[in-house]
C-alpha cells in the first residue's frame, strides 16, 4: 500500500513540477525556453508514479484471491539489513558526486557510481565496468557537447582528458 501511496506522490509532484515550468519565462529566438527539462522531468514522475500506482493495485488484486485461502500458513520473511544500505546508497552518491566531481571530473565521478551502484546489485564486475564506462562517456558527451551544459573538468588530469578533443 506504500508504493501505492508513494506512486500517487510522485504524480502529483510531476504535475506540479510542469505547471511551475510552464510559469518560466520563454525566449523568443528559441523554439524552447528553459520550461523544456523540467516539463520533461515533470513527465517522468507523473509516467513514473502512475506506473508505480497500477502496478501495485494489479499486484494486489492478483494477490488477494489466493492469498485469502493460505493467509494463515504463511510467515513474512525478516528483512535484510542490506536492504537499509541499498536505500541510502543513491543520497550518497549524490553527495559524492558533489564533492568529488571538483577533483576527479564529471565522467570519472558518474563512471565510479554507476559501478558502485551496479556492483551492490550483483552484476558481473567487468560487465559493470564496462557498461559504467560506455554510459558515463555517453552522457558526458550529450551534456557537453550537444547540451552545451559545461561539466566539472577535474583537477586529477589538470582539467582535461587526454582522449577528448
Known amino acids: 500500500m506504500r508504493d501505492l501511496f508513494t506512486g500517487l506522490a510522485f504524480v502529483i509532484a510531476g504535475i506540479a513540477t510542469i505547471v511551475t515550468a510552464q510559469k518560466f ?35 494486489r488484486k492478483r494477490v488477494l484471491a489466493p492469498q485469502a485461502s493460505t493467509e494463515a500458513t504463511t510467515l513474512k520473511e525478516p528483512s535484510s539489513g542490506k536492504s537499509g544500505l541499498a536505500m541510502l546508497l543513491p543520497p550518497i552518491a549524490i553527495v559524492f558526486y558533489i564533492f568529488a566531481s571538483g577533483y576527479l571530473g564529471a565522467m570519472i565521478t558518474m563512471a565510479v557510481i554507476m559501478f558502485v551502484l551496479m556492483i551492490m546489485r550483483k552484476t558481473v564486475p567487468w560487465v559493470a565496468l564496462v557498461a559504467s564506462l560506455l554510459v558515463a562517456l555517453a552522457i558526458y558527451f550529450i551534456f557537453s557537447h550537444y547540451l552545451l551544459i559545461p561539466l566539472p573538468q577535474g583537477v586529477l588530469l589538470e582539467g582535461r582528458l587526454p582522449w577528448i578533443f
Not at 519565462?25 to 528553459?34: A, D, I, K, R, V
Open 25 to 59: 519565462p520563454t525566449l523568443p529566438s528559441l523554439q524552447y525556453g528553459p520550461s523544456l527539462f523540467p516539463s520533461i522531468v515533470g513527465a517522468g514522475f507523473c509516467l513514473g508514479g502512475a506506473l508505480l500506482a497500477a502496478n501495485t493495485l494489479w499486484n
